[in-house]
């Protein structure tokens, strides 16, 4: 069902729980995971990447995953994530995504700043705005590690920043680096969770978690005591279903080139996933 992406945050938090975030390159895998979620009673967020969303298909994508979202049993919202061009804003929204993570964190402090500021007076005040302030190692599109997981490579958001861009930018969610990457982590992620307490007694927006994919479960837990309402899944969820495709390829071509039979891996694998990031992080 259509909701607000900040409503369905704003809720879970309020009974302890984060909302996962699935990056969806494909309609089987948003069917995969809106299931997972409707078995589970739970909102859910399905992303579409900017590389996905700047394409005639992509922005067809978009309007298929706002058909399926308006359908689910549960509430789903559709964002554009870590999107940098206003125009592959504003085509999303015109095909369906309710909200945007307007990503300035690789700019300068100020030019974040306009970034989110220029998003908002193009798309209105019914998109909801996540922005980002910090910058996160790695690549969200693939499964490439930084050199080194840690806050050093991560970029750790200054807390001391965090009133004033919120006030400036009037963002709805905020996306924050406390020493989660993209992609793959190389040796244990090493989490600041003392900078996300003290960013989170800073504002009171949702924060949200990017590259959660291969931080332990029991730190993920921590995450919606500490205002960690949005947490984003994406190398883990895609690396598990190219992992099944992969060791089930040939048996179903020996199958008289089974593509149905392979579909269903395929959603098995995302769904699977899916239920477990649901499972951990709701109360």
């Known amino acids: 069902m259509r909701t ?5 945050v704003t809720s879970a938090l309020q009974q302890g729980s ?37 394409t005639t ?22 964002q ?17 995504a309710d909200s945007v993570l307007a990503d300035g964190s690789s700019l300068p402090y100020e030019d974040n700043i306009e970034l989110v500021r220029e998003a908002r007076a193009l798309l209105g005040a019914g ?30 958001t200054d807390s001391a920043l965090v009133e004033d861009f919120v006030a400036r930018t009037g963002a709805q969610l905020l996306a924050v680096a406390v020493g989660n990457v993209h992609g793959k982590y190389k040796g244990e992620p090493q989490l600041r969770w003392d900078v996300l307490q003290d960013i989170a007694v800073r504002t009171h927006i949702p924060l949200v978690l990017h590259g959660a994919s291969g931080i332990p479960a029991g730190e993920l837990v921590k995450a919606a005591a500490m205002n960690v309402g949005k ?9 598990g279903v190219l992992a099944t495709l ?15 039979g392979l579909l269903g891996h395929w959603n098995t694998s995302a769904r699977e996933f899916a239920a477990a990031a649901l499972g951990m992080l709701t109360r």
Request: aromatic content about 4%; overall charge negative; charged content about 20%.
């Open 231 to 239: 947490v984003n899944f994406n190398t883990e969820l895609r690396t």
């Open 246 to 260: 992969q060791e089930q390829l040939p048996a179903h071509r020996a199958d008289g080139e089974n593509l149905q």
């Open 57 to 78: 298909n992509g922005l067809r994508l978009i309007a298929a995953l706002r058909g399926l979202a308006d359908g689910a049993s549960v509430p789903v919202a559709v």
């Open 4 to 8: 607000r992406l900040d409503h369905l």
């Open 80 to 96: 554009l994530d870590h999107a940098t061009d206003l125009k592959v804003m504003a085509d999303a929204v015109a095909a369906g």
């Open 18 to 54: 984060a909302v996962p975030a699935f990056t969806c390159y494909d309609f089987t895998t948003a069917l995969a995971v809106v299931g997972a979620a409707e078995d589970a009673g739970n909102g859910i967020i399905l992303l579409v990447a900017p590389k996905t969303a700047a």
């Open 127 to 156: 998109v909801v705005l996540e922005a980002e302030l910090g910058g996160l190692a790695g690549d969200e599109d693939k499964a490439f590690g930084a050199d080194e997981a840690g806050v050093d490579v991560a970029g750790l």
